[in-house]
């Protein structure tokens, strides 16, 4: 993990600030916040930033369509003139600063460090950072608890989100290793997650945890889940949702194999030449659901947490793995169309040019 990045906690309140605006190409659209000036120091502000600065004073995005950045802080600073607000602020290798969430100062807040020292302390893997949170994988209090899902093998895993900028709660999310190809699909969606409720001493708490957790029943549900996805078809409308994020994720960079869509579309088939048409959106939503693909749920799961596991940037593997999560969470469309299959295909993607075979189904 990078451990250049920095990050900074302040004390401020919101007349402190001084915010710069850019006009969008579309001028009906409203003008957006480029950065925000504090002490001297241009902060980019991120997505969590507005979350939280929304949720800590009871407003929504959509003020800002009839109100201009400079008059809503002005009003709540005329409101609120006494309030502090805490700033975390990122600094990555290259200078760069942003800003994270803000909180309440009197909120308990884990740092950096302290998350690092507990990641380490319970023997923590694949610990990555992405805005604002820290996210490591562990193994359960009763053990790997190897089981047999119809042809694949999987060991339990949990996942736990430690958000290090002072806003939501830790989070834990029950996961899956696939041990033929070290895929970790992971549960998240919130039937199978976990909120950690921190007092004033949040590294207790998380280090209580990560001593304590296990989930039997959950990790049944999966499995049921997971078994229920091998003996699925996969629907028309589920490949689409799974295409359209691998294609709004190349797009934003956040997938690293150039060759993603290609390789998707020889897993689910050609759907526009199996049911000759010229666009698929040309069915219904509810049409969709119900003709076939070629490929099963279980393709469709695999196919994401190996993008997910081997090919995407850190925000880019949290949507993926949110797509799974959702995927079983639900009922599937066609659940329980398909015969028990023999075998899976072990990997899907071979680089960008790469030629691959269908499932063995």
């Known amino acids: 993990m990078n451990s250049a990045v920095q990050f900074d906690y302040q004390l401020a309140r919101v007349n402190d600030f001084r915010v710069y605006t850019e006009q969008t190409e579309d001028r009906r659209t409203p003008a957006r916040a480029t950065y925000l000036e504090y002490e001297g120091q241009k902060l980019k502000p991120t997505s969590r930033f507005w979350r939280s600065f929304f949720m800590r004073f009871g407003i929504s995005d959509s003020i800002f369509r009839y109100f201009g950045y400079e008059e809503v802080f002005d009003r709540i600073s005329e409101r609120a003139p006494?309030?502090?607000?805490?700033?975390c602020v990122e600094t990555n290798n290259k200078g760069k600063k942003r800003l994270l969430a803000v909180s309440n100062p009197k909120r308990a807040v884990i740092n950096y460090e302290e998350t690092m020292a507990l990641v380490n302390r319970f023997d923590g893997q694949n610990v990555q950072y992405n805005n604002g949170v820290i996210r490591s994988?562990?193994?359960?209090r009763s053990g790997f608890g190897t089981v047999t899902?119809?042809?694949d093998d999987f060991q339990h895993r949990y996942v736990l989100d430690t958000p290090i900028d002072g806003?939501?709660?830790?989070?834990?999310?029950?996961?899956?290793?696939?041990?033929?190809?070290?895929n970790g699909m992971i549960g998240y969606t919130r039937?199978?997650?976990?909120?950690?409720?921190v007092g004033k001493d949040v590294g207790y708490c998380i280090a209580r945890a990560l001593d304590s957790y296990d989930n039997d029943d959950g990790y049944g549900a999966m499995r049921q889940r997971f078994l229920s996805a091998q003996t699925s078809w996969a629907s028309i409308y589920e490949c689409e949702q799974?295409?359209?994020?691998?294609?709004r994720l190349q797009h934003s960079q956040d997938i690293t194999n150039n060759g993603v869509l290609a390789d998707f579309q020889k897993v689910s088939g050609n759907l526009n030449e199996l049911y000759g048409l010229a666009n698929i959106d040309a069915l219904s939503v509810k049409r969709q659901r119900v003709l076939p693909s070629r490929c099963?749920?279980?393709?469709?799961?695999?196919?994401a947490s190996e993008v997910a596991t081997h090919h995407a940037t850190p925000s880019g593997n949290q949507s993926l793995q949110s797509f799974i999560g959702q995927l079983i969470a639900d009922e599937y469309d066609m659940e329980g169309t398909a015969e028990k299959?023999?075998?899976?295909?072990?990997f899907f993607l071979t680089g960008d040019e790469g030629q691959l075979p269908l499932s063995r189904n």
Not at 242 to 247: E, P
């Open 296 to 303: 099963r749920v279980y393709d469709l799961l695999n196919f």
């Open 242 to 247: 799974l295409y359209r994020m691998l294609k």
């Open 167 to 182: 806003f939501s709660q830790p989070k834990i999310h029950l996961s899956f290793l696939r041990l033929l190809c070290t």
């Open 149 to 151: 899902i119809g042809t």
């Open 82 to 87: 006494s309030d502090l607000i805490r700033l």
């Open 191 to 197: 039937a199978f997650r976990s909120e950690l409720n």
């Open 137 to 140: 994988t562990h193994t359960p």
């Open 341 to 346: 299959a023999s075998e899976f295909e072990d």
